[in-house]
């Protein structure tokens, strides 16, 4: 299986920009499906973004679309999220996760997770 670490995360200010990073280790992430969910305080997990196996085609939550890119750098075996024009509303727990579906927004097709790092945006 794949071991997932996420980094990047922090406190930053409204209109601010932070990368995340999720270090993948015992499998190459060619063989996964990546996605980025997020958790905030008394609420669901929920879809951020993914980026598929096969192809490489990245898909967004309504709420992200246009502010934050997931790109993978296969050499360094790594995937980040790029966040930009952060709002309060993006504090949470970001968690990344590898799937072995073709391409996935859901959290059941996923089978492994990062432990999460965390992003809280000020006003």
């Known amino acids: 299986q794949v071991q997932l670490v996420e980094s990047g995360g922090g406190l930053v200010q409204a209109g601010d920009s932070l990368r995340l990073s999720c270090a993948a280790s015992?499998?190459?992430?060619?063989?996964?499906?990546m996605g980025w969910f997020r958790q905030a305080p008394g609420k669901e997990r929920e879809f951020v973004g993914t980026i598929s196996r096969t192809f490489g085609f990245t898909s967004y939550a309504d709420s992200v679309r246009g502010r934050f890119t997931i790109s993978r750098d296969n050499a360094k075996n790594t995937v980040y999220l790029q966040m930009n024009s952060l709002k309060p509303e993006d504090t949470a727990v970001y968690y990344c996760?590898?799937?072995?579906?073709?391409?996935?927004?859901?959290?059941?097709?996923?089978?492994?997770w990062g432990q999460g790092t965390q992003v809280t945006v000020s006003s």
């Open positions: 996760a590898a799937s072995t579906m073709e391409e996935s927004v859901r959290r059941i097709d996923y089978d492994y």
């Open positions: 015992g499998r190459s992430l060619r063989s996964y499906t």
